[in-house]
């Protein structure tokens, strides 16, 4: 019994993963991996562009972010469980941005999967977010993140070479803005 548990819990998959790469590639990006390429523009938005350590127009890749660390929450301006957490990731970026030992260090952005320019800047006013979003509407970035459900968030730690390391990738493990912090310090090394 154990053995034909293990074959079908282990074997399978791997075996699929290797006769169908596909399938492999349509993975979250898992701790200890690297984030895929992921192309933004560049926010219209001065302040926004600021925050991001950015200049200019066109498009980035989240690694040029300045700072060390970068927390990326997919989310759907339609899901109940997003809106529900979006005052608390409000807390977040504001409990970052008054520690000075933090402010240049950690920075927040959200890609709305499915959701257009006009959904994204609905939801970040009616929330009053104070971090840039981001629309995905044709779920590219949701696609090359392994078709995530939301709110999922992926950590990076961006290392010395400039390769963004993933530290944390979980869906839902928002509860509570200072608990997170705290999970995300400890993930990236950061203190």
Do not use: W
């Given at each position: 019994?154990?053995?034909?548990?293990?074959?079908?819990?282990?074997?399978?998959?791997?075996?699929?993963?290797?006769?169908?790469?596909?399938?492999a590639?349509?993975?979250?990006?898992?701790?200890?991996?690297?984030?895929?390429?992921?192309?933004?523009?560049?926010?219209?938005?001065?302040?926004?562009?600021?925050?991001?350590?950015?200049?200019?127009?066109?498009?980035?890749?989240?690694?040029?972010?300045?700072?060390?660390?970068?927390?990326?929450?997919?989310?759907?301006?339609?899901?109940?469980?997003?809106?529900?957490?979006?005052?608390?990731?409000d807390?977040?970026?504001?409990?970052?941005?008054?520690?000075?030992?933090?402010?240049?260090?950690?920075?927040?952005?959200?890609?709305?999967?499915?959701?257009?320019?006009?959904?994204?800047?609905?939801?970040?006013?009616?929330?009053?977010?104070?971090?840039?979003?981001?629309?995905?509407?044709?779920?590219?970035?949701?696609?090359?993140?392994?078709?995530?459900?939301?709110?999922?968030?992926?950590?990076?730690?961006?290392?010395?070479?400039?390769?963004?390391?993933?530290?944390?990738s979980?869906?839902?493990?928002?509860?509570?803005?200072?608990?997170f912090?705290?999970?995300?310090?400890?993930?990236?090394?950061?203190?």
């Open positions: 019994m154990k053995k034909s548990l293990v074959f079908f819990v282990v074997v399978v998959p791997l075996f699929l993963m290797i006769c169908h790469p596909t399938l590639a349509n993975l979250p990006p898992s701790r200890g991996g690297v984030l895929p390429m992921i192309t933004l523009p560049v926010p219209e938005d001065p302040n926004e562009k600021e925050y991001l350590g950015l200049s200019g127009g066109g498009f980035f890749r989240i690694p040029q972010i300045k700072a060390r660390v970068v927390i990326i929450e997919i989310f759907s301006m339609y899901y109940p469980k997003c809106q529900k957490i979006a005052p608390g990731m807390d977040l970026y504001y409990l970052i941005e008054s520690d000075p030992d933090l402010r240049n260090k950690i920075k927040l952005i959200g890609i709305g999967a499915g959701d257009s320019r006009y959904e994204v800047d609905v939801f970040q006013k009616t929330f009053n977010t104070p971090f840039p979003l981001f629309p995905d509407n044709d779920f590219t970035i949701h696609k090359a993140l392994g078709d995530v459900r939301s709110p999922y968030f992926i950590v990076i730690k961006i290392n010395q070479e400039g390769t963004p390391e993933v530290v944390h979980e869906l839902d493990s928002f509860n509570e803005a200072r608990a912090l705290e999970l995300i310090i400890n993930a990236s090394g950061l203190k």
